[in-house]
């Protein structure tokens, strides 16, 4: 995915689990538009992450990918500060779920 986002022009901030995830949010000086999380992680999963980030970061997008569907995350993406994306997706799925719900283009 950060190499999809990367070639499209994002700036991604990669992290290798959730705890790294908000430490990023914690510590980053700039604007962190989005977070892109596995609903199913070791450690975290994806909601709490999302709920986690969003105290250090109110206004911060969510956009879950699953290969599992959630119907809670799915019901909680129609509010339009969280999207979810199930696997398998493309390139070009992901860039238009970024953009869609994000409002950043690339």
């Known amino acids: 995915m950060s190499s999809v986002l990367e070639q ?3 700036h991604v ?3 290798e689990n959730g705890r790294k995830s908000l430490e990023i949010c914690r510590n980053f000086a700039g604007p962190i538009h989005a977070l892109i999380t596995d609903v199913v992680m070791p450690e975290t ?3 709490e992450l999302a709920e986690r980030a969003r105290v250090l970061r109110p206004d911060l997008k969510i956009l879950f990918v699953s290969g599992y569907v959630d119907r809670g995350i799915k019901d909680q993406s129609e509010g339009g500060s969280c999207a979810f994306l199930e696997k398998p997706f493309t390139a070009e799925s992901l860039l238009s779920a970024v953009e869609a719900f994000s409002g950043v283009a690339s």
């Open 8 to 10: 499209a022009g994002y």
């Open 13 to 15: 901030l990669l992290a």
């Open 45 to 47: 999963n994806g909601r």
